[in-house]
């Protein structure tokens, strides 16, 4: 039987340590300590090659159960639809009214840290409800 894979979900963005921290406040995740030798990510950053200051950042669960996030910048901007997204569970358990309730609760508290809304997907015979939404550089990710 294979082992079971820890692994990390990186993204693609023009400022890396911005996105890694609207992400921690979403996901209740932290950055973890800067390398050692170093007292802060600042000084690590500074540390860095010119063209590597401010190309990446991390944030982590501090469970350590989630996967880490990466945050990489990239020269080109996003322009299609994403091919794989974030599912934020903040419904689980909940059904009807209760579920959307929880979820325009939490959109709520997202739209004030940046996050866009893009619609609101009803329940159907097949699906409950869930919000569909933009992080701060236009990634799509789905309150569920």
């Known amino acids: 039987m294979p082992s079971i894979k820890k692994f990390q979900v990186t993204f693609d ?3 890396p340590e911005r ?3 609207f992400w921690c406040e979403v ?3 932290v950055v973890p300590p800067p390398p050692d030798g170093f007292a802060t990510w600042d000084d690590y950053d500074r540390s860095l ?6 190309a990446g950042f991390v944030c982590q669960d501090p469970t350590g159960e989630g996967p880490r996030l990466y945050f990489q910048r990239v020269p080109e901007g996003k322009v299609v639809k994403n091919r794989v997204h974030l599912d934020v569970r903040v ?3 909940l059904v009807g009214e209760e579920r959307l ?3 325009q609760a939490e959109c709520t508290r997202l739209l004030a840290l940046g996050a866009v809304r893009e619609r609101v ?3 159907d015979e097949y699906n409950e409800s869930c919000i569909v939404m933009q992080d ?3 990634n799509e990710f789905c309150l569920d």
């Not at 090659?49 to 401010?54: F, H, L, T």
């Open 136 to 138: 701060i550089e236009g």
């Open 49 to 54: 090659p010119p063209e590597r200051q401010g």
């Open 121 to 123: 997907l009803l329940a």
């Open 19 to 21: 996105v890694a921290r």
């Open 91 to 93: 419904g689980t358990g």
């Open 101 to 103: 309730a929880a979820l």
């Open 27 to 29: 996901l209740g995740y």
């Open 13 to 15: 963005c023009a400022d």
